[in-house]
DNA sequence: TCGGGTCTGTCAGCGTTTTGTCATTTTCGA
DNA sequence: TCGAAAATGACAAAACGCTGACAGACCCGA
């Protein structure tokens, strides 16, 4: 479930990405208008986060430009609190719903995931993989049916792959994304992590691309 | 059994709110119009209590959009009296009683009743995991039919968690929802609370997830 | 108003799990 | 075949959650 988020602010782009991370959707964070209008009218979303007061290209024309061109996935708007007016001009501009800023984490993911039910689009927080499920919801990963014990770091990892699969993540993506503070490129945390799911996954899930990085792919998958 | 209460006015609010409570149902009260919108929209009610003048969004296009997106629970809506105009507008939105403001609290509760007996067995007001059973409405928790005496803040948790089942529930989340305004990670009183919690409930409802936070699940896991 | 009981948050200690590092071996690709 | 990249096993420190004890707040009846 690809979501994106265009929004300035350096620390609510930095802590939105986080959460909805967690909360098993996967982002593409973006801080100039223009460049986020050109993902939304290039990439595929299932949703988008718009905050309003942007550079480049404030969050309305971003919206209105989107709407004329036939883009229709599900807008949440970030307005300040209060800003009645921005939100006239937001529901007129096509947005599906609102949030006034400061909000909780969970408000937001919460919003989300119901304009992208609404939208049709099932908020499934399920991937598969093979025999392998994710269930973000649930933060358990099944393999054919049998529950498979993780660590935080670990599921964080299969989750990661999962969600990108069909993708090559770098190693350093991944260790950017598995530690707050990523550690020195002296490191092989992510390949002792790697090497300690695979212990726990029978399947041959987490491909290694000596080079690269790691990849999750489906079984049959050409890639 | 929870129900919704939209309701600006400050002292109906806190008045229907406690006569309600003391009918023996959950409520969640909210006095902006786009709030409680919200809420019917992601949380399950087995009916609502709607005021038609409110702010942030007026209550008919509140009971407009519940009803557009297909949420069903019962509506009563509140009217100021006489106001016949915005009786048939309700009828039309899809209200399913109307009482005229000032009414009696046993009006608005027999009211209640009958809208909910109506709907038909919707909404039960009772969530069940495995052999533990959670009767909102009687605010009591039973393991396979034995009453088990709980604190208020300790049913509070048993009842988020359980109506959230088979999610994930952050520590910081439950902290939020017990009560006040404090939550740091400083405090361990959610482990503690959990602790308690589990002494009081033989069985093993409670789950950890060691790094993310609790979840009630299905003994069987499925969903 | 007093006294006991309950509720709830804090704290410190404890055992377990987790996780990064290091040294070493294995694997892979050119 | 060689060298770099990745995997592995062992280890120790850190993180995390659980528990029992305790104290202040609160409630209720006498």
């Known amino acids: 479930m690809r979501i994106l988020l265009v929004e300035d602010d350096q620390r609510i782009r930095q802590d939105v990405t986080t959460a909805l991370e967690a909360a098993g959707f996967v982002i593409d964070a973006e801080a100039n208008g223009e460049e986020g209008w050109f993902l939304g009218d290039t990439e595929t979303y299932a949703a988008a986060v718009l905050d309003l007061g942007l550079p480049g290209m404030d969050g309305l024309s971003v ?58 689009g099932q908020a499934s927080p399920v991937v598969t993989v093979g025999e392998t499920e994710l269930d973000t919801r649930q933060m358990r990963l099944t393999v054919r049916g049998v529950p498979v014990s993780l660590s935080p770091q670990e599921y964080r990892l299969v989750a990661y792959l999962m969600l990108h699969k069909g993708r090559v993540v770098p190693q350093q993506e991944l260790s950017e994304h598995l530690q707050s503070v990523h550690f020195e490129r002296e490191s092989n945390a992510v390949e002792v992590l790697v090497g300690r799911v695979r212990r726990k ?23």
């Open 201 to 223: 996954l029978p399947t041959a899930l987490i491909e290694t691309r000596r080079g690269f990085g790691y990849i999750v792919n489906e079984p049959d998958g050409t890639s």
């Open 63 to 120: 919206l209105k430009r989107w709407r004329a061109e036939g883009r229709d996935f599900p807008v949440l708007v970030l307005t300040a609190r209060g800003a009645w007016a921005e939100r006239v001009e937001g529901i007129d501009a096509g947005a599906d719903d609102y949030l006034p800023k400061p909000f909780r984490m969970e408000e937001l993911i919460a919003r989300l995931r119901a304009i992208i039910r609404r939208s049709g």
